[in-house]
């Protein structure tokens, strides 16, 4: 169960380069709106999903108690590519980002597009 929920998290990201997101390729996005927490807009009720970008270019993701991944990412115009640790393997990939705003992060993949909101911190 502990794997199938980490895998679900990092399908969040893991989304691939779509064809749909090539007239978005040459936007350029600031990066510095990407700092912070974020969670997908269709997250499950019973699975807590949290993705964060800090300003130092690193990435964590934990979904539920238990499952926590780290890595890093880069955000280049509109080409978020990241590299996440998942146990002994690496997986890299790149999306396109769609929007990003104060609130909002949609990027672009071969599953679809994704939508985070960003956690208000209290």
Known sequence: MQKLLGFAAI???VVGTGAAA???KDE???AKKLVGKWEPTDAKADLKMVI???KEGKLNIAAGEDVKYTGTYKLDGAKLTFVVKAGE???TK???VLKLTDEILEA???MGKKTMKRIKEK
């Open 28 to 30: 350029k996005f600031d």
């Open 11 to 13: 399908a969040v990201l």
């Open 108 to 110: 672009e993949g071969e």
């Open 22 to 24: 090539d007239d978005k």
């Open 52 to 54: 964060e970008f800090t």
């Open 94 to 96: 790149s999306i396109t």
């Open 89 to 91: 393997n690496e997986v």
